[in-house]
């Protein structure tokens, strides 16, 4: 089973920085393909980001690009998600995902295998 819990939400100002973490764990896991959602009050789960190392390609939705970066370190096995320039309208649920080897459209959430139980990140005005 595999197991990813994300990590660093928190309460912080319009223009602010904050730096989200998943850390992986399981048997038979690759961080190959992974991905961040985020889920607004009362609204869908939407896509943030997503890469998938093996083939070095990179997503990110058009409301974060220039402002938030997908990153990983594979010794501590934990994918990052940096944000910057933060604005009232990213606070959310933040939730990372884990597509198994060989997937492809890692902007749908129907994609992943598993989820993290997310983290609140909030950005007052």
């Known amino acids: 089973q595999v197991q990813l819990v994300e990590s660093g939400g928190g309460l912080v100002q319009a223009g602010g920085s904050l730096r989200l973490s998943c850390a992986a764990s399981?048997?038979?896991?690759?961080?190959?393909?992974m991905g961040w959602f985020r889920q607004p009050p009362g609204k869908e789960r939407e896509f943030v980001a997503a890469?998938?190392?093996?083939?070095?390609?990179?997503f990110y939705a058009d409301s974060v690009k220039g402002r938030f970066t997908i990153s990983r370190n594979n010794a501590k096995n934990t994918v990052y998600l940096q944000m910057n320039s933060l604005k009232p309208e990213d606070t959310a649920v933040y939730y990372c995902?884990?597509?198994?080897?060989?997937?492809?459209?890692?902007?749908?959430?129907?994609?992943?295998?598993?989820w993290g139980q997310g983290t609140q990140v909030t950005v007052s005005s």
């Open positions: 995902a884990a597509a198994r080897l060989g997937r492809t459209g890692l902007t749908r959430r129907s994609t992943y295998d598993f």
């Open positions: 890469k998938n190392w093996g083939a070095g390609n990179t």
């Open positions: 399981g048997r038979t896991f690759s961080s190959d393909n």
